[in-house]
């Protein structure tokens, strides 16, 4: 299945049936973090697709974004971060989440997220993002705690030195509102 046509089919998978309003991700740019005693290294993607879809006052949330579309500024370790997260196995990253629509009108929400990479699914609770509404747009921005035992990951190395645990995510969204 290619990549356009499983994109699709997990966005078919929240329903739309009698939803009060719809959110589309706009805009998205999601940083990856790593740190090892040598060298510090981010890998950017702005592919995420996301929507979000509210009934009765509950909003459930879905992003997707390719593995492969992270970007280090280094081709070979990009190579090896698609190797070590198994991302011809696992090619997507996906998170979702379920808010109160009421949160739309909020500075500030705590969101539960559901997070599925490298054949692996974590919990994070209460993680904290910063909104700026205006208009039918919302800027979301946040740091996603992850780490690579989180999803089962075995640390790469350097020169038989790992790469530290943490693997903290910056997420910045703009959504806007159909």
Request: aromatic content about 8%; some cysteine.
């Amino acid at each position: 299945m290619n990549r356009k046509m499983l994109i699709a089919f997990l966005f078919a998978a929240i329903p739309t049936f009698g939803a009060d309003s719809q959110w589309v991700l706009q805009q998205s740019m999601l940083t990856y973090h790593v740190s090892h005693p040598l060298h510090q290294s981010e890998g950017v993607s702005h592919a995420a697709k996301g929507k979000g879809v509210c009934h009765a006052g509950q909003c459930e949330f879905l992003i997707a974004v390719p593995v492969k579309s992270f970007d280090s500024g280094d081709s070979n370790r990009d190579l090896h971060m698609i190797q070590v997260t198994r991302s011809a196995e696992f090619p997507l990253v996906t998170v979702r989440t379920r808010l109160p629509e009421s949160d739309a009108t909020a500075s500030t929400i705590n969101a539960d997220l559901e997070i599925q990479f490298a054949g692996q699914t974590a919990q994070y609770k209460q993680v904290p993002f910063k909104l700026d509404k205006q208009g039918n747009e919302i800027h979301i921005t946040g740091t996603i705690p992850a780490t690579l035992t989180d999803f089962k990951i075995d640390p790469p190395s350097l020169l038989t030195m790992p790469v530290k645990n943490e693997i903290p995510v910056r997420v910045n969204l703009t959504w806007h509102q159909q």
